[in-house]
């Protein structure tokens, strides 16, 4: 098994980020860490991929939950998840201090990898499409001392959270 560790994240794509939102904090999940209207460049099904993107980020215990909405119409992984007439549940994601040794055990398991990135930003990151998965995608994310202070960072807001202030924009 090429996967490293347990699955950390759970990832949802959506057409309506703050519509998305309200309904978790409905469910008492908060804060949430938003980053609105974020360049990305990509790798997607091998050819470059230019999107602008909103995401947040909070956590539920030590699950950590990212919604994710792209903001134009440019062919993706997220585009195409949303034309096959789906919303909601994208992804589950495990993370790795070793990307470079997990990837290398994701090519000889044969799993394709639809999208990839994060050179740019010191955070490396592949999504596959692993057979028999019962999620439509695997991110494999490259763990930094960033992506593990992020990590503390929102998982320490989700455990002493009293309600206030349920979205917090992070920037963009």
């Not at 519509?19 to 470059?48: H, K």
């Not at 062919?75 to 589950?92: C, D, K, M, W, Y």
């Not at 997990?102 to 490396?124: I, K, L």
């Not at 991110?139 to 959270?161: N, P, Q």
Request: one cysteine or more.
């Amino acid at each position: 098994m090429p996967l490293p560790g347990s699955i950390r994240q759970i990832g949802y794509v959506v057409t309506d980020l703050d519509r998305a939102l309200a309904g978790w904090v409905e469910l008492g999940v908060g804060p949430w860490f938003v980053i609105r209207s974020m360049p990305q460049r990509v790798f997607y099904r091998g050819e470059p991929c230019e999107i602008t993107l909103s995401l947040a980020l909070s956590n539920s215990g030590d699950m950590q939950l990212e919604v994710i909405q792209q903001q134009d119409e440019t062919p993706s992984i997220f585009t195409e998840f949303l034309a096959a007439g789906r919303e909601g549940f994208h992804q589950f994601a495990y993370w790795t201090e070793d990307f470079g040794a997990t990837m290398q055990a994701v090519e000889e398991s044969g799993w394709p990898v639809v999208w990839s990135g994060g050179e740019d930003v010191g955070t490396r990151f592949a999504y596959v499409e692993p057979p028999n998965s019962p999620a439509t995608i695997i991110e494999i994310m490259e763990l930094t001392e960033t992506t593990k202070g992020m990590a503390t960072f929102v998982r320490d807001a989700a455990g002493s959270w009293d309600g206030s202030d349920p979205i917090r924009n992070l920037g963009g």
